[in-house]
């Protein structure tokens, strides 16, 4: 190689230098080197006596196109601050280790180029693609600090490529350009910390069919600006990404469906995604944690997760803001969902759709320092969830049907204590394993449990100036009522209401008023009431209540003669209470006897208002007591009245008093038989 005539000054130099073998560092002062002298020199057989164990060339203008096309690099070869002024072709090539410090390339060819050890672009400024597909990398691949620009174009193509230790993109790592690695493999951890990839409005980022055996960190600042698509990866480790943007507005700005995570995946702590995050059936084996995170979709759906499954916990906290709808329909989280002081908005629409959500454990969307907000509807119709269902303190800023959680399974308690909301609360066909509270919630629209099944107790205590507008409980079934100091709402419907017992046994009054709300008589209602005051002993209270649905009754009445017959229940309940009090007409007998005493007793100061009927009676000898009582007691004749034929007045008094003696005894006859056939 010494004797050929037309090397340069600085190629014979380099020539020179390889001589003293072991590792050769070189400078060419920014020399040119022609790229065909160089592939002679890193194309040598392991023959040659002048085979390095490493060549570093610095500071070297590459003239030329370097084709190491299917050759043998048998060292390892490093580049630091060379400029090449064609493309380097390694496609096929065999390398110890190859190194691109701080150089300027215009692209590089490299598809099924396999390096022994380590593959590495560092802080290298390239104009044009790299291409790697099917590439083979023992070591790492390292493109930390590297800008690789070829907008609209591809700026990494490395399907197929294979890294078996990890790969690193960090340190404000740049392509500009579609990423293209479907179907790579990573056997290492995947780090991008502070990288940037962007391809605006179109994929940026393709890792359709992505494997990492260990982690992939894409924190600190690191940003994909178009699509990121992860379809169908899978991350052995955890897939971090706190601290993230993924910018994609009005579009798609993650597609990862079918992604596999086997540890904990996180987009939290600062992690901002506009457009959609799509996670639709992911499979992740720890916790999925947005918290603090903020994702913004306005009117599409900002996080998909429809039947993924979580193997722990979903996590919303710490200010989590999602503008758009998130969707949880047939997902299935074997721990808990936390939302604690999240803020959900979806104004138009709704704004977090789980029907059929499976939850092993708690679903808490309650006050942790700052409320949980909904602006917008959640539906959980046909979840279940295994613990409890808890909504203390939240904000659900929906006007029509803010919650709807029809034929939901809660195996605890479902919690709404303190819970403002501006719509309805519709949990009809529910079955609740423990208690239903609504201790202090102020709900707008109307309360609807038609046809839920309540183990324990429901706690209806609303607060005092805003109850419902309307509390459905029609075939509510519930081991215990407690209504204590609870605001009445403007409506209710109870129709098949059944309760076990009372926290409360003395509030009748408040209670008799709550069923006369109820839009329509229902007798059931008010059986089950007295039933349940019987059953704690309470028989004064029952008989009130079996008296107030008397009233109901009678008032309920339509027709033409309504009116009658809500004047013989007015009688009814004056005489005999209905046929529960029926020796109340004794005071009324009393009263009536005090009164016929002292009116007949005036009348008959007079001679002409009663004559004898015989002439050998005295005047002297009529009695107006027993005339009073003789008149009162239809059934039963002393003979004072016969003996005496009235006139005018008292004539009149007569009648009034006879007819008042038979509607007390008609009272009388049916309130002891309403007694004799309640007993029996």
Not at 49 to 60: E, F, G, H, Y
Not at 560 to 574: E, H, T
Request: aromatic share 8%; charged share 20%; proline share 2%.
């Amino acid at each position: 190689m010494d004797s050929r005539s037309d090397r340069s000054v600085p190629e014979t130099l380099l020539f020179q230098a390889l001589r003293r073998n072991g590792n050769i560092n070189h400078s060419a002062d920014n020399a040119d080197i022609r790229a065909e002298v160089l592939a002679e020199i890193l194309l040598q057989g392991k023959d040659s006596a002048v085979l390095p164990r490493k060549l570093c060339l610095s500071d070297a203008r590459i003239v030329g196109d370097l084709d190491l096309e299917a050759g043998d690099i048998n060292f390892a070869v490093q580049f630091v601050r060379c400029r090449f002024t064609g493309v380097p072709c390694l496609q096929q090539a065999r390398s110890s280790a190859l190194y691109f410090v701080d150089c300027a390339l215009p692209a590089l060819r490299a598809a099924q180029l396999t390096v022994g050890g380590s593959l590495v672009l560092q802080r290298c400024a390239v104009s044009g693609p790299v291409v790697l597909t099917g590439a083979h990398v023992f070591g790492q691949f390292d493109l930390q600090g590297s800008k690789i620009r070829n907008l609209p174009g591809v700026a990494i193509q490395a399907d197929g490529l294979h890294v078996e230790q990890d790969m690193r993109c960090s340190d404000k790592f740049l392509a500009e350009g579609v990423t293209k690695m479907v179907g790579a493999a990573i056997d290492g951890q995947f780090i991008c910390g502070g990288a940037c990839f962007c391809n605006p409005g179109n994929v940026a980022l393709e890792l359709s069919g992505l494997i990492v055996k260990e982690h992939v960190f894409w924190q600190d600042g690191f940003t994909v600006d178009g699509q990121a698509s992860l379809r169908g990866a899978r991350v052995e480790g955890r897939l971090d990404c706190s601290g993230a943007t993924f910018r994609n507005p009005g579009k798609v700005a993650v597609e990862a469906v079918g992604l596999t995570v086997d540890q904990k995946a996180k987009f939290s702590n600062g992690c901002r995604v506009e457009g959609q995050l799509n996670l639709t059936g992911c499979k992740i084996g720890g916790w999925l944690d947005f918290a603090g995170g903020r994702f913004l979709h306005k009117g599409g759906k900002a996080l998909d997760l429809a039947r993924a499954s979580v193997a722990q916990n979903l996590i919303f906290r710490d200010g989590c803001f999602v503008e758009g709808q998130i969707l949880l329909a047939g997902a299935e989280v074997s721990g808990s969902i936390w939302a604690e002081g999240g803020h959900f908005e979806n104004v138009t629409g709704t704004v977090l759709d789980a029907t059929g959500l499976r939850v092993g454990r708690d679903a808490l969307f309650r006050v942790k320092g700052d409320r949980f907000v909904a602006l917008g509807q959640i539906v959980l119709n046909d979840a279940r969830i295994e613990g409890r269902l808890d909504f203390t303190g939240a904000s659900l800023e929906k006007r029509s049907d803010a919650l709807k959680c029809d034929r939901v399974r809660v195996g605890q308690s479902v919690i709404f204590d303190n819970v403002t909301s501006d719509g309805s609360v519709q949990m009809s066909r529910a079955m609740i394993a423990a208690d239903l509270s609504f201790v202090g919630a102020s709900i707008a629209g109307e309360v609807s449990l038609k046809g839920t099944c309540i183990d324990g107790a429901l706690k209806l205590r609303f607060q005092e100036r805003k109850p419902p507008r309307l509390l459905n409980l029609c075939r509510v079934r519930v081991a215990s009522l407690d209504d204590r100091q609870t605001a009445l709402p403007k409506k209710m419907e109870l129709d098949g209401l059944v309760y076990g017992t009372l926290r409360d046994t003395e509030d009748a009054k408040t209670r008799i008023l709550w069923l006369h709300k109820n839009h329509k008589y229902v007798p059931q209602v008010y059986l089950q009431l007295a039933s349940s005051y019987s059953a704690a002993g309470r028989h004064d209270l029952a008989t009130k209540v079996l008296m107030a649905r008397e009233d109901a009754r009678f008032a309920s009445g339509t027709g033409q003669l309504a009116w009658l017959n809500r004047l013989f229940g007015r009688v009814f309940k004056a005489t005999v209470g209905y046929g529960y009090k029926p020796f109340r007409v004794l005071w009324w007998l009393v009263a009536l006897q005090a009164a016929g005493w002292a009116i007949f007793s005036l009348l008959n100061l007079n001679d002409s208002n009663f004559t004898p009927v015989r002439n050998d009676i005295d005047n002297r000898w009529f009695n107006p007591f027993l005339y009073t009582t003789d008149l009162l007691l239809p059934l039963v004749s002393i003979r004072h009245r016969d003996l005496w034929i009235p006139h005018g007045g008292g004539a009149v008094a007569a009648v009034a008093f006879t007819v008042m003696g038979w509607i007390l005894a008609i009272c009388l006859v049916t309130g002891v038989g309403r007694l004799f056939k309640r007993d029996t």
